[in-house]
């Protein structure tokens, strides 16, 4: 593969990468159209525009040498619509333009993070949470506006130098306004798991006496007679002792052979040669004429018909380990699309640390229409304090060589959950990737890394692994 497939494979694993992220609204523009011939020049714009239809469909080309092509291409921008992008609409974020990090009195190596930038999204909460893509999510103490950098219409009186030494930052420093100071009372926790309770749900161990009657009751039948271990019972000839065991006498029929009135009732010399008196019950005999050996043969037997049979579903179960434990994890269903599944049926204890609603729709419209009066709006240059930030991480933020764009939180976005994803390859890709393998996940403003389970997807309410 040349140098140049593998550029072109890059590119467009990045573009793919920003296109699943979503991405706004785009203009397209190519250069250097002038430099080739008539012919080149209409195969060469035909051949853009065929790469870009695939992604983008419906954009139009546009040419970029000269002034008059630059000033076609900032009206189409600047009458453009707008398009949406969820997650980014979503939210309240800003772009750095600035970060100061202040160290706390108590301990130099935590402190308090101040990033400066325009609001855009929803308006900013100080009382919600930010996230820190690649630090993690953070409180805010509070919200305030300094002076705007980047003014649409620039001051028209301006200090005179003279007030440079240190009145004009004093002065510069009074126009700082305080937006917003958090509640303890209101703002959001960083708990992301629910505490569990060890008292919860737990059941109460059975006394000496209980556990006496418990065995007392299974010693006797419900008639009064105590069990007997063995009993003799006339079978047919041949019947071995554990075959004796599933048959069930009838008590009539026994009544009738001994007689209404106790008379000896005649028995035919033929049938008396074809039964034979048995006693079962006691497992002894049994287990001593087990064969162990002829059991594996005829397991091995059965094993290889079945195996001819190729069935993909079909799984044998191991010698060494026993069937209880071996499918301890699986269940069967008459029906994979009709039988009933409880969500919530033997889950891991781990799953009860994770939050619960009663309406996710109705929270998710009352979260979304939910207003702040006190939070910065969008459009406003602001500087957001963030709480309790480790001084190697705010060392390591720099807005100058790498941008960096904070998030604020929706309520109970912070919150342990279990996410379904529906995976789809790039074009290209064939490498395997197995089950339960450590893997990156990047979902709109957060990215996380997780082993997941991969099923086969379907519409219904069950997956098969």
Known sequence: MGQGEKEGEREALALHCCY????????????GLEKLGTKQRNSAKKATQKTI???????????????QDGGSVL?????????????????????????????????????????????????????????????????MTQITAPP????????????????????????????IKVVAVADPAKQESLDREVELDPMEGEQTWPTEEELAGAVSRLQTPPTGQPLRPSEARRVPRGTSDYQAAWIVADSEDEDEEEGSEG?????????????????????????????????????????????????????????????????????GVKSFRTSPWHPRENLPRDYAKIFQFENFSR???RVLSQEDNEAALPGWYVTVQVKDVLKPQAEALDPLSKPLVVFGLLEHENKMSVVHFVLRRCDGSSAPVKSKERLVFHCGLRRFS????????TTGDKQKV
């Open 20 to 31: 699943s992220q979503g991405l706004p609204a785009t203009c397209h523009a190519i250069q």
């Open 148 to 175: 705007d950098p980047h003014p649409v219409k620039a001051r028209l009186h301006r200090p005179p130098a003279v007030m440079d030494t240190g009145e004009e930052r004093e002065g510069m420093a009074e126009e």
């Open 450 to 457: 997780a082993s997941p389970v991969f099923s086969q997807h």
């Open 263 to 331: 008379e000896e009732v005649p028995v035919d010399d033929e049938s008396e040669m074809d039964t034979e008196s048995v006693t079962y019950g006691d497992t002894e005999k049994y287990d001593a004429q087990f064969d162990m050996e002829a059991e594996e043969q005829q397991f091995e037997l059965l094993r290889a018909e079945r195996e001819n049979a190729m069935f993909p579903d079909e799984v044998d179960t191991p010698q060494d380990t026993p069937a209880r434990i071996r499918f301890q994890k699986y269940r």
């Open 53 to 67: 239809e695939t992604r983008f469909p419906g954009e139009r080309l546009h040419t970029l040498d000269s002034l």
């Open 75 to 139: 009206r189409f921008i600047s009458n453009q619509k707008r398009r949406a992008v969820v997650c980014r609409d979503m939210h309240p974020h800003l772009l750095a333009e600035s970060t100061q990090f202040i160290p706390s009195k108590e301990n130099e190596e935590v402190g308090t993070l101040e990033v400066s930038g325009y609001v855009r999204g929803r308006p900013l909460s100080v009382n919600g949470l930010l996230h820190i893509p690649g630090l993690g999510d953070f409180q």
């Open 363 to 365: 929270t998710k419209k």
